[in-house]
């Protein structure tokens, strides 16, 4: 009870620490790059929090991932160096009787990661996206300014509006410049207002005119008119079924076995899987020489975490690519690192006697 107690209250303490620097330095790159899309204006400015916390949100799996890995790595390797782990060997405590103290700690943290893959990660990809679409396909109008020449989200038309109504619905003096392959016009009128018909907006002129000309033949047509009427907007609903497969709900996935959503499935569970094989690799790389200065045996260890990482990435594609099979990338990914990590363990806590042993043999022999 001693042993166990005192490896979770060290492996908490580091696992604390270390979130919070990781979250720190994730939190600040996102934040980063989420004013510069802002800046571009792929996203609003209003929602800059709003999105922070949806990609902190979903990222929130592999921040814990890495941080349980770090705080195994860590903190048994600060045992190596302070020569307890030589105590607790000279006691009769072997390498592999620290898996289950390190196993009851993460629990918790694992049950939270597969929640966060299983749920968190779909809901959060769907709000995000619903975000950006929502700003980037926002009404031509929307975008003019009183003043100003603004060009629409496609390019093709170019607005002025003179006055505009306090409501932002209403205008008055409207100039439409709009290029369409080999036919450019240009529309003036003396009012216009927004109308909604379901979910599609158009622009209503009155009291205007139409200049539209053939950039190809040089051909000219003049036209009058008291009411016209201008598509600002496409539907902007998204479909279900159009919705990418990172936004799907896991059911939905499990539900259509398409190669994407397959795909996708892979890191989700495969994620999950990592997060309990990483423990155990944990436990058998952070082994140190307590008489070499450094810490080399972390600097391993997170390339092993990335080349792991990078291999559950890599599953995802080849599946989604038709490949591999889903239940083959699990098995063969998950499975052979769950094997290699025992055997890491094995001999961590037997190649050292066995060594010894051979090596007292030859000198008896001699």
């Not at 720190?24 to 204006?41: C, E, K, N, S, Y």
């Not at 991932?65 to 195994?72: K, R």
């Not at 390190?102 to 769907?126: E, G, K, R, T, Y």
């Not at 003036?188 to 599609?200: H, K, N, V």
């Amino acid at each position: 009870m001693l042993f166990d107690s005192s490896v979770r209250r060290d492996l908490a303490r580091s696992f604390a620490a270390t979130l919070v620097v990781i979250l720190t330095i994730v939190i600040t790159m996102f934040l980063i790059r989420t004013l510069g899309q802002a800046a571009g204006g792929v996203v609003a400015p209003q929602d800059v929090a709003l999105l922070l916390g949806f990609t902190a949100a979903g990222h929130l799996a592999t921040m814990l991932c890495l941080s349980m890995f770090v705080a195994v790595v860590v903190t048994l390797g600060r045992m190596y160096r302070d020569s307890e782990m030589v105590i607790w060997f000279a006691s009769g405590v072997g390498l592999s009787r620290f898996v289950r103290p390190v196993l009851w700690m993460a629990l918790p943290i694992v049950l939270v990661v597969a929640a966060s893959m299983l749920v968190v990660w779909p809901w959060v990809n769907q709000q995000s996206a619903e975000l950006r679409d929502r700003y980037t396909q926002r009404s031509d109008l929307s975008r003019v300014a009183p003043g100003v020449f603004q060009s629409s989200a496609d390019g093709r038309r170019v607005f002025f509006v003179e006055r505009e109504s306090p409501d932002g619905i209403n205008a008055r003096n409207v100039f439409i410049l709009t290029r369409d392959k080999d036919q450019e016009s240009v529309i003036s009128a003396r009012s216009g207002r927004l109308e909604t018909e379901g979910d599609t907006r158009y622009l209503v002129l009155e009291q205007g005119q139409r200049n539209q000309s053939d950039t190809q033949s040089g051909e000219h047509v003049i036209s009058r008119f008291e009411h016209y009427r201008l598509q600002t907007e496409d539907e902007r609903v998204r479909r279900a079924e159009a919705r990418p497969p990172k936004a799907t709900p896991t059911l939905e996935l499990i539900r259509t076995p398409t190669a994407a959503n397959q795909g996708e499935l892979v890191w989700r569970l495969g994620l999950t899987l990592a997060s309990f094989n990483i423990l155990l690799l944990g436990i058998a790389l952070s082994a140190t020489n307590p008489r070499r200065p450094g810490n080399w045996n972390l600097v391993f260890a997170l390339l092993a975490f990335i080349v792991y990482l990078n291999l559950v990435t890599l599953s995802q594609n080849w599946v989604a690519q038709g490949r591999f099979s889903m239940g083959g990338a699990l098995v063969g990914l998950h499975g052979g690192v769950f094997v290699l990590a025992l055997l890491l363990l094995w001999w961590r806590e037997h190649g050292t006697t066995f060594s010894l042993f051979r090596r007292g043999a030859r000198t008896a022999a001699r």
